[in-house]
Structure formats: structure tokens, C-alpha cells
């Protein structure tokens, strides 16, 4: 038996959201409940949730967390904070699942549906575009944007013999000058105590970056950013890297540490250190980290950056998805 159940909060299935999403294919930080639930807390007014559950025999197998706003419909979170979003659907149970949801999606009031950041080998892509046939709706799905990713090798050396002669030969120079500078290193904050401090150095060097960056970083997202280490350092989640030299904090990076992979989040750099190429090099000494750590991935995220490719990153695309009603 399939039933279904909507609520508009968090807390009434978060355990039961954290238990299923490890099953799933989409597993990722973006779409565990405390993710969504800080995004909801800092910019969900204005926005109808409706959190379906679906059940097969009494089961969870299935979660669409989803936002209603001017008759459109739409995932949980942006696409400028939230590099992934999916349906949280256990494997297996795909076909109860689409098939419930879409049936209960059709009876809602909305003009269109937009989707976006879905990975390229989700099933989403693959059971929304016969629903929105069925029912006489256009269906557009479309390449968002890439997200480069690279599987990580045992060892450092085994690593850097996987790059490209020219990038393998960079990198290797690069990291031979920052280490005659006897005053560098490359260290984590992850004190609760000092963590606000220490990410008001993240958003100095992130703003400073690069004028896209200052007017990305507004308070707002400042807030977000802040809550989300407050939450995740006490799950060994969040890691916020810092390069220093000569006692100065010159580059840092937030990654996330989550199911076998580093995720690159944001970063930032002090243009006035560029000569020790600082942006790039806190980024290769965090990768460096994940193999020693054990981990399978090291995930670049959004964006088609020339850094990625140099350090070994392959794409991954995601896509967006819009569903129409006829007029």
C-alpha cells in the first residue's frame, strides 16, 4: 500500500529524512534536512513549503521537499547556495515513488514547474518528462551548468602522476616555492568558540577575491554561511581552511566533508598574493588532505573554473528542468 503525508516542517520527519537519505542515489550535504531546514530558516519567507512523504507499506521510501511562490513550483533552496538539488527517493522504490508523487503534483495549483541543479544521471530527468506528457504539460530540460569532479588516487604521488604532464609540473613548482617560504602553512579552524572570527577572515578574503564575490557575499548570505559551520562542525562536516604566510591569513576555503567525498563549497584569496598563485594552491593542499582522510571524491561543485581542470577535475553536468501547463 503507497500513502502519502504533507507537512510544512522540518522537524516532524528530520530523523526520518536523515535515515533514508543515505540510501539514495542523490545522497548529498545539499539535501540532508539540516541543510534545507537552515536555508528555510534565513530565506524561506514569502515561500508555501510543502514537505511530501511517501510510504510504501507503512516505509519511508521517498521525499520531495518542495516550495510553492507565485504559482511556481520549485525545490527547497537556490541555486546560489544549493550546488544539487534532487528528490530524496531510496533505491529501488522509483517507480512507486514518481508515480505517487506526479499524481499528487497534478493535483496542485501551479503554472509551472522549474527544477533546477539536477545531476545528469538522476531519475528525476527520467520520469518527469512522461508525467508532464501524460498530462498535456510542455516539458523543457536543459544544461545548467557543470560540476567537476575528480575520483581521488591512495596517494598524493599517485595523484599528481594522474594530472596532465604541464599541470602535474605547475603544481609541483608552485607548492616547491610556497615551501620556501619557511612562515606558510595550511590549517583548519574548527573551534566553535573562535569560528565566527575565524569566518569573518573567509568573508574578507572571499569579497576580496573578486567584484562578483563582494556583491555575492551579502549580509544575508554572511548569516547563512555562519549558522551552517555553527551546525556542521559538530558533525565533522564542515572544514574551513586557511593558507597563512608570514603570519598573515592570505587564502581559505570552506569544503564539506560528507559520504566519501570533499565538496568544495566557496573560497577566497588575497589578490595581492597572487604571485604565490594562493587561490589555487589552498585548493590542491585541501585535495591533498581528502586522500590522506580516505576519501573516494573530491568534488569541485558548480562552476567551469580553469583552477578545476588543472587540478584534475572532469565534468559532471546538472540540468534544469521546467514543466508548463498549457495556456
Not at 544549493?82 to 531510496?90: C, E, G, K, T
Amino acid at each position: 500500500m503507497i500513502t502519502l503525508t504533507t507537512t510544512n516542517d522540518f522537524s516532524s520527519v528530520l530523523t526520518e529524512w536523515e535515515t533514508l537519505l543515505p540510501r539514495c542515489q542523490a545522497n548529498t550535504i545539499f539535501l540532508t534536512p539540516l541543510w534545507q531546514k537552515i536555508w528555510w530558516e534565513h530565506f524561506g519567507e514569502g515561500y508555501d513549503l510543502q514537505i511530501i512523504s511517501i510510504y510504501k507499506n507503512g516505509e519511508l521510501i521517498g521525499i520531495a521537499p518542495l516550495t510553492l511562490k507565485n504559482n511556481i513550483l520549485t525545490f527547497v533552496g537556490d541555486s546560489d547556495l544549493f550546488d544539487y538539488h534532487d528528490f530524496i527517493v531510496a533505491e529501488g522504490q522509483e517507480d512507486p515513488f514518481y508515480t505517487t508523487l506526479t499524481d499528487h503534483i497534478s493535483k496542485l495549483k501551479w503554472s509551472k514547474i522549474t527544477l533546477k541543479s539536477i545531476r545528469q544521471d538522476s531519475p528525476t530527468l527520467q520520469y518527469l518528462s512522461p508525467f508532464a506528457k501524460t498530462n498535456g504539460y510542455t516539458c523543457k530540460i536543459s544544461e545548467e551548468d557543470t560540476a567537476p569532479t575528480t575520483d581521488l588516487s591512495q596517494t598524493w604521488d599517485d595523484y599528481l602522476m594522474g594530472l596532465r604532464k604541464k599541470h602535474r609540473h605547475e603544481l609541483r613548482r608552485k607548492l616547491r616555492r610556497l615551501e620556501k617560504a619557511e612562515t606558510s602553512k595550511q590549517y583548519i579552524c574548527s573551534n566553535l568558540t573562535s569560528i565566527e572570527t575565524d569566518m569573518q577572515d573567509f568573508f574578507r578574503l572571499h569579497k576580496a577575491s573578486s567584484p562578483d564575490k563582494m556583491e555575492f557575499m551579502t549580509l544575508k548570505r554572511q548569516k547563512f554561511f555562519l549558522d551552517t559551520a555553527l551546525n556542521l562542525i559538530p558533525k565533522n562536516q564542515f572544514k574551513l581552511y586557511f593558507l597563512e604566510i608570514d603570519n598573515v591569513r592570505v587564502a581559505s576555503c570552506i569544503c564539506f566533508n560528507y559520504a566519501g567525498s570533499y565538496l568544495l563549497y566557496n573560497s577566497g584569496y588575497d589578490t595581492n598574493y597572487s604571485h604565490w598563485s594562493v587561490g589555487l594552491l589552498n585548493k590542491a593542499l585541501c585535495l591533498r588532505d581528502a586522500i590522506e582522510d580516505g576519501q573516494h571524491t573530491f568534488d569541485f561543485l558548480r562552476g567551469s573554473e580553469r583552477y578545476k581542470y588543472d587540478l584534475g577535475g572532469e565534468d559532471h553536468f546538472v540540468f534544469e528542468l521546467n514543466i508548463e501547463k498549457a495556456n
